[in-house]
């Protein structure tokens, strides 16, 4: 491993050599499959190597989540929610370390890598909170039983997740399932194994039963199809691409085994011309260029009203030239590097093809400059395109890159068609100062998440979810939570 991740798996007890990639049943384990190697996005060197985990370890990490929830359900709830609490301890005085650990990995800037760490936190927090909040109904059926509901927990559920996000994903979903009485395992992506084992190690550390929560690291077709292929796992959480939610949904399927999916997205933000500009083009600019537009809910698609279209883009063209983008490390640095090669060729062979197709490139389009000399990695400017029409692949496709589209509109009945056109339906957000028409257009955009005069807040106390190819099911909030649980009718004579 390069010498700053081995001294951070070190100080993390992963070791360094072959990294002990997978906590299961309360251990550190090393994978035995294929080895899988992990290059710096920053500098293109290498990284680390470490091994899949496999079908062996799969079984072994299932059958700790059975132990693990078993003993975790014989808790009262709200000591259930205590030890949850209590298990964010762990993470004190280890959240720069995790951060830093992040940052190396997954090629983020270190202060969003800080502000990820905030957000773990906060969702223990939040659905610690639940534990012991989860009331049954009483139903006034009409015959002489009482008949009560209760929500009963999977049992064991498993999770598979994103490398843009890795932390967040990852609380995002433990932190419901356990609140909602189930044991965990969780399958992070192959190319950012490690932050997910650490928060599972240290929330483990102080007062979770063993094997309730467990990390196991390994590809999608190996060890990920061992998880969704797992007799024991009851329900299917997936955070990750429509190419791959097609194929967990389908192994789900074979199995009669319910999935959440949380795909990506193409979402269109709208700005009329009698909006605060700029507020629009600042938030249009964060909309798209934080974390280097690898963020499912990116606004990647801009759609302007005509009148203001020139003046819109030539102030989010300057903007986005003003952007620090730099290495992850650099404390100054607000954009770093895609995270891996199939991103690059991807959001370069996007962009070469709007160009063919016609779209015009107004900035970026290529390779910062004035980077320093280390960055060798997969960097691209922050790219506006323009001359764009509907039916091009950048209108329709996520690129998942730093890539804005930007398209003009006429009338409030254009913005919306646009807006809806397609197969996505994650995020979008309407920026205008005509109250009526905001909540007007919010209503018709069929997106999970629909934001006026702001972009991207987003919380762990409201539904997030997609229509249509950004997936289904919702996380977050107590829709978030009942994902995990199934209403029990008993029937009682009296
Ligand atoms: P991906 O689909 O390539 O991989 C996601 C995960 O699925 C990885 O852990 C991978 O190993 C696993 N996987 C792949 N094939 C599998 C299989 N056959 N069986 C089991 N597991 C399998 O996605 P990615 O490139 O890691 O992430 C980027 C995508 O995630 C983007 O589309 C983005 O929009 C989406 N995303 C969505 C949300 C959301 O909340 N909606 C959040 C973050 C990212």
Known sequence: ACDHLAQLLEGFGLAAATPLSNWIDGELIAGEGEEITLINP?????????????????????????????EWMALTASERGRRMNAALRGLEGHEEALAQLES??????????????????EMFEYYAGWC???????????????????????GVVGQITPWNAPMFTCAWQLAPAMAAGNGVVLKPSELTPFSSVVIAKLLESDGLPKGLINIVNGLGKTTGAALTDHPTISKLVFVGSPQSGRMIAEAGARRLVPSVLELGGK??????????????????????????????????????????????????????EQIAV????????????????????????????????????LTGGKRPE???????????????LVDVTPDMEIAQQEVF???????????????????????????GAVWSQDVARAHRVAGQLRAGTVWINSYKAISVMSPFGGFGDSGFGRSSGLDGLREYTVPQSVWVET
């Open 42 to 70: 920053a500098t293109g060197e290498t990284l680390v190597h470490y091994r899949d985990a496999g079908a062996a370890l799969m079984e072994r990490a299932t059958q700790a989540a059975q132990r693990g929830q078993r």
């Open 267 to 320: 979402s269109a933000n709208i700005v009329f011309a009698d909006a605060k500009l700029d507020e629009a083009v600042a938030g249009a600019q964060a909309a798209i260029f934080a974390a280097a537009g690898q963020s499912c809910v990116a606004g990647s698609r801009l759609l302007i009203e005509r009148s203001v279209f020139e003046q819109v883009t030539s102030r989010l063209a300057r903007a986005a």
């Open 370 to 384: 004035g980077l320093p000399d280390e960055a060798h990695g997969y960097f691209i400017a922050p790219t506006v």
């Open 401 to 427: 890159g730093p890539v804005l589209i930007a398209m003009a509109f006429e009338n409030e009945a254009e913005a919306v068609q646009l807006a809806n056109e397609t197969r996505f339906g994650l995020a």
């Open 104 to 121: 190396v990995v997954a090629g983020k800037p270190i202060r969003d890598c800080r502000a990820e760490v905030g957000k773990v936190r």
């Open 326 to 361: 730099g290495l992850p490390s650099d404390e100054a640095t607000r954009m770093g590097p895609l995270q891996n090669r199939r991103q690059f060729e991807q959001a370069t062979r996007m962009i070469e093809a709007a160009e063919a197709a016609g779209a015009r490139v």
């Open 132 to 154: 012991d909040k989860q009331h049954g109904e009483v139903i006034p059926v009409p015959t002489s039983h009482l008949n009560y509901v209760r929500h009963v927990p999977y």
